[in-house]
T-cell receptor, first 114, second 112 residues
Framework: ETGVTQTPRHLVMGMTNKKSLKCEQH?????MYWYKQSAKKPLELMFV???????ENNSVPSRFSPECPNSSHLFLHLHTLQPEDSALYLC?????????????FGDGTRLSIL | GNSVTQMEGPVTLSEEAFLTINCTYT??????LFWYVQYPGEGLQLLLK?????DKGSNKGFEATYRKETTSFHLEKGSVQVSDSAVYFC???????????FGQGTRLTINP
């Protein structure tokens, strides 16, 4: 079983839809992250959770709403997205938010906005 | 602020060639340095890391040495294989910021 599992792997939605991305980690980690990966741009950190508390929100538009109900699960709720939000969304986890801890990534959800 | 600069890609090599992917960084304090690899259709995987000056990280034949004097962490491999084709990301994590800062990634293609 992989350490970090993301579902769905692919998602196509209209601009008025509401959908959610799910991430689950089986590593016993305390920190979880959402990243956005767009073509020809560096990886963008969106949100950081430590022990289910949000510790970072990198000026992400309110149409993206994260939720961390426990240390193993992380959701990204999507509403009224724009075409420029089409990207690969990656979830990651680490033992904690200490600076020298490596992060373990899921395979991502490829999101396309029509 | 902290930043990472990688050599522009794409990089195309023949099998068994020597590989170098340059990475330089700007950071306050003493960051930890990482190389991640992303194979097609997958997320990022940690390839190697170094946490202090002169440390050498190594894994799967890849190596990188933390050079504080040149603020560099270049990735090298002596003989690449077709299976090494992927996108490689250099990253740093600074004690003050407590988050990873990534370079823009370098796409590597190895031809048989």
């Amino acid at each position: 079983e992989t350490g970090v599992t993301q579902t769905p792997r692919h998602l196509v939605m209209g601009m008025t839809n509401k959908k959610s991305l799910k991430c689950e980690q089986h590593l016993g980690h305390n920190a979880m992250y959402w990243y956005k990966q767009s073509a020809k741009k560096p990886l963008e950190l969106m949100f950081v959770y430590s022990l289910e508390e949000r510790v970072e929100n990198n000026s992400v538009p309110s149409r993206f709403s994260p939720e961390c109900p426990n240390s193993s699960h992380l959701f990204l709720h999507l509403h009224t997205l724009q075409p420029e939000d089409s990207a690969l969304y990656l979830c990651a986890s680490s033992q904690d938010v200490a600076f020298n801890q490596p992060q373990h990534f899921g395979d991502g959800t490829r999101l396309s906005i029509l | 602020g902290n930043s990472v600069t990688q050599m522009e890609g794409p990089v195309t090599l023949s099998e068994e060639a020597f590989l170098t992917i340059n990475c330089t960084y700007t950071a306050t304090g003493y960051p930890s340095l990482f190389w991640y690899v992303q194979y097609p259709g997958e997320g990022l995987q940690l390839l190697l890391k170094a946490t202090k000056a002169d440390d050498k990280g190594s894994n799967k034949g890849f190596e990188a040495t933390y050079r504080k004097e040149t603020t560099s962490f270049h990735l090298e491999k002596g003989s690449v294989q077709v299976s090494d084709s992927a996108v490689y990301f250099c990253a740093l994590s600074d004690q003050g910021a407590q988050k990873l800062v990534f370079g823009q990634g370098t796409r590597l293609t190895i031809n048989p």
